[in-house]
């Protein structure tokens, strides 16, 4: 069991570099999130997406671009990396919440993202 | 304002004690779900417990119990018999809208448990 996969694990950029980072559920949830965890300030979503070919702004949406192509897959883009975008990222998964389940978050292993 | 909010930056237990991690929320919804999540040193972020809004009865797993108290709009987390490997932060989120197409979970910023031999 995978469960939720990031790539790459760490990376090094310089400002004004543009990157992607993948992520891989194969849980067949057809909840993802990209959040960024920085010193002091918790988890902040970034990007959401409730189904395939769908997204939406999170609460820190700025300098990001995300697309839902397949349903296992979330891309997050950086189009021109700045060092304010130093930062862990974390992907997540859920299911749809309901009565049947909690909607819980299932989390990849974070990226390591550092821009020079 | 904060949805979510999480006092203690930092707290320390002596191991085999129980400590209780603080967390309060605001939401006009009624219902809602409250998750407790646990972030080792390691970096990977652990599903503890959850209570939703309209459970009765307080959310157990273990070591985890979840002190709800819905008119207070706090949601504590408990660790009963503390242990070296309970070290971590420890997150609190809500999801609102629950059932709906929100979908995503809002995160406190976190309390820093450390504890003692």
């Known amino acids: 069991n995978a469960g939720v996969t990031q790539t790459p694990k760490f990376r090094v950029l310089k400002t004004g570099q543009s990157m992607t980072l993948l992520c891989a559920q194969d849980m067949n949830h057809e909840y993802m999130y990209w959040y960024r965890q920085d010193p002091g300030m918790g988890l902040r979503l970034i990007h959401y997406s409730v189904g395939e070919g769908t997204t939406a702004k999170g609460e820190v949406p700025d300098g990001y671009n995300v697309s839902r192509l397949k349903k296992q897959n979330f891309l997050l883009g950086l189009e021109s990396a700045a060092p304010s975008q130093t930062s862990v990222y974390f992907c997540a998964s859920s299911y749809t919440p309901g009565a049947a389940n909690t909607g819980e978050l299932f989390f990849g292993e974070g990226s390591r993202l550092t821009v020079l | 304002a904060q949805k979510i909010t999480q006092t203690q930056p930092g707290m320390f237990v002596q191991e085999k004690e129980a400590v209780t991690l603080d967390c309060t929320y605001d939401t006009s919804d009624q219902s809602y779900g409250l998750f407790w999540y646990k972030q080792p040193s390691s970096g990977e972020m652990i599903f503890l417990i959850y209570?939703?809004?309209?459970?009765?009865q307080n959310a157990t797993e273990g070591r985890y119990s979840l002190n709800f108290q819905k008119a207070r709009k706090s949601a504590n987390l408990v660790i009963s018999a503390s242990q070296l490997g309970d070290s971590a932060m420890y997150f609190c989120?809500?999801?609102?809208?629950?059932?709906?197409?929100?979908?995503?979970?809002?995160f406190g910023k976190g309390t820093k448990l450390s504890v003692k031999p």
């Open positions: 209570q939703g809004s309209y459970d009765e």
């Open positions: 989120a809500m999801r609102e809208h629950y059932g709906g197409s929100q979908g995503n979970l809002i």
